[in-house]
């Protein structure tokens, strides 16, 4: 369940990308790479009590990173903001 909403927030983060303000081109590369990230590590089979420290490291990271980006967008463009909050939340509640 929460994978497909991490989904479908990843869809409307693009479609809000595409239908507002600008984005530079350096962040927009960034939430690419997130997105990408974001995929690898929900297709990963996610067994209890196997995870390694190198997954936990990396899923700190993207934490890290969504975090690092959504600040960056809270200024400048808050609708994208939002979304990014949202999507944080279900990571985490994933355990990402």
Do not use: C, W
Not at 13 to 29: C, F, I, M, N
Not at 42 to 61: C, F, L, M, R, V
Request: proline fraction near 6%.
């Amino acid at each position: 369940m929460d994978a497909t909403k991490l989904k479908n927030l990843l869809q409307r983060l693009k479609g809000e990308l595409e239908s507002g303000q600008p984005v530079a081109p350096e962040l927009k590369a960034l939430l690419q790479d997130l997105d990408r990230d974001i995929q690898q590590a929900i297709a990963k089979p996610s067994t209890p009590g196997t995870e390694s420290p190198t997954t936990a490291a990396d899923d700190d990271s993207l934490n890290a990173r969504a975090q690092a980006i959504e600040a960056r967008f809270a200024a400048d463009h808050p609708y994208l903001a939002s979304t990014l909050r949202d999507m944080l939340d279900t990571l985490g509640k994933m355990g990402i």
